[in-house]
């Protein structure tokens, strides 16, 4: 008779335990929890804006001879405006500038053309001393003078669209990147070191698109 209670005791003290451990055990599910989704693919990077074409131009470069845009077909390149005599933004400018050539050294896809807005100071002999205290490669980073009408013009609305200055020292800062089909696809300040680094990122961006 006691053996029997001790029994019941024990059933009881079972039911009363599985009681208490119920709600934990159903509160969780039996089927295996869903596999976490994958991350989608990043959406693919806007192209750069098209900013139209650029006009064909010939100008006298560093070395003397006619220089012509047509020798940059199928280049991503890059163009701003200067003055030898200047001691302020130029400069600056052009030891960035002297970054990206050099950045690019070894692809000759890219390049660069710098436009002397003071064609009476800078005579091809005057560019080509310039180009040597930059150590520019002047095979990919060409010095350009002119006739300063043609040198407005392309400054003007019908070129780069940067402004005319109305005297040299008051040339636009901004570098312009031009693609291989001729088009203008950015602007960037060229006394800005942040905007130069996106400058490269861009013509990064191009040569992509052109490989």
């Not at 869903?34 to 006009?55: T, Y």
């Not at 560093?62 to 845009?69: L, P």
């Not at 990206?100 to 710098?114: A, L, P, R």
């Not at 100071?121 to 010095?143: H, M, S």
């Amino acid at each position: 008779m006691k053996s029997r209670r001790i029994g019941l005791v024990f059933i009881l003290a079972g039911i009363l335990v599985s009681l208490a451990i119920a709600p934990w055990v159903f509160r969780f599910p039996t089927q295996q929890p869903a596999s976490i989704p994958v991350a989608q693919a990043a959406a693919p990077e806007e192209k750069l804006p098209d900013l139209g074409p650029v006009p064909s131009f010939e100008l006298i470069a560093e070395d003397g001879k006619k220089w012509s845009s047509a020798s940059l077909a199928g280049k991503v390149w890059v163009a701003d405006f200067f003055l030898t005599s200047c001691q302020g933004a130029c400069p600056v400018m052009a030891q960035h500038m002297w970054g990206i050539h050099e950045y690019f050294k070894n692809n000759d896809c890219v390049q660069f053309v710098s436009l002397s807005v003071d064609p009476d100071t800078d005579k091809p002999e005057v560019l080509t001393e310039y180009a040597k205290q930059y150590k520019a490669d002047t095979a990919r980073w060409r010095f350009l003078t002119g006739p300063i009408e043609e040198v407005h013009r392309m400054a003007s609305e019908k070129g780069f669209k940067v402004g005319v200055p109305e005297t040299p020292m008051q040339h636009s800062r901004r570098f312009i990147l031009v693609d291989a089909k001729g088009h203008m696809r950015g602007y960037y300040e060229g006394m800005d070191e942040m905007s130069v680094r996106e400058c490269i990122a861009d013509i990064e961006r191009l040569l992509k698109e052109t490989a």
